[in-house]
């Protein structure tokens, strides 16, 4: 196990409401990434928090936001939810300076927007 | 066009076949490179990373061809056990972001 937790494991949501899911990120990790998978799909980088600032985006809208708590766990928020925001939600937890940048995911948030 | 290409599968084995997956990378400013294996409904794992010199890790070996942007994974002897999906993964340090990004990943099925 790599010691990224994940809450809940399985939620289900209506269009247009909103949601917050949480990561707890490994011993000594002090950055936590936050990535889509879609079905049938690669995870999709949405962002990625260092030391409570967000430190780079990808392709998301702005109704996906983030925070990261000074003990390095996070929050991914979605807003007025859509169909298409059905997903694996994985958060990943690595340190700045660790090889090869090694990231270490958690069993996901499964997502069903209904 | 995808930044990272795989071809998707299923690629089905019998058990002890060799396998050879191939993958392709289109930002040449890529620094990392990796082999995640994904089982069904789980978190991907991190499975080798790949040096441009090549490395092996007991049945697994990782090619990484850089004037070509490509990478392979070949495995030997292969075991029921090893039936996932595999994801090829880069990764792009640029003004400090360093975001992995996957491939869509090829499954293998091993049969007995």
């Known amino acids: 196990e790599t010691g990224v937790t994940q809450s809940p494991t399985h939620l289900i949501k209506t269009r247009g409401q909103q949601v917050t899911l949480r990561c707890s990120s490994q011993s000594g990790h002090n950055t936590v990434s936050w990535y889509q998978q879609a079905l049938g799909q690669g995870p999709q980088f949405i962002f990625q928090?260092?030391?409570?600032?967000?430190?780079g985006r990808g392709n998301f809208p702005p109704r996906f936001s983030g925070l990261q708590f000074p003990n390095y766990s996070s929050e991914l928020n979605v807003n007025a939810l859509e169909l298409d925001d059905s997903a694996l939600y994985l958060c990943?937890?690595?340190?700045?300076?660790?090889?090869?940048?090694?990231?270490?995911f958690g069993p996901g948030t499964r997502l069903t927007v209904l | 066009r995808k930044e990272v290409e795989q071809d998707p599968g299923p690629f089905n084995v019998p058990e002890g076949a060799t396998v050879a997956f191939n993958c392709t990378y289109s930002n040449s400013a890529s620094q990392s490179f990796f082999w995640y294996r994904q089982d069904c409904r789980k978190e991907p794992k991190l499975l080798m990373s790949?040096?441009?010199s090549g490395n092996e890790d007991g049945r697994f070996t990782a090619q990484l061809n850089r004037a070509s942007q490509y990478i392979s994974l070949l495995i030997r002897d292969s075991k029921l056990s090893d039936s996932a999906t595999y994801l090829c993964v880069v990764n792009n340090v640029d003004t400090g972001r360093r975001a992995l990004t996957f491939g869509s990943g090829t499954r293998l099925q091993v049969q007995p």
């Open positions: 928090y260092y030391r409570e600032e967000e430190n």
């Open positions: 790949v040096y441009s």
């Open positions: 990943a937890s690595s340190s700045r300076g660790g090889t090869y940048n090694e990231q270490f």
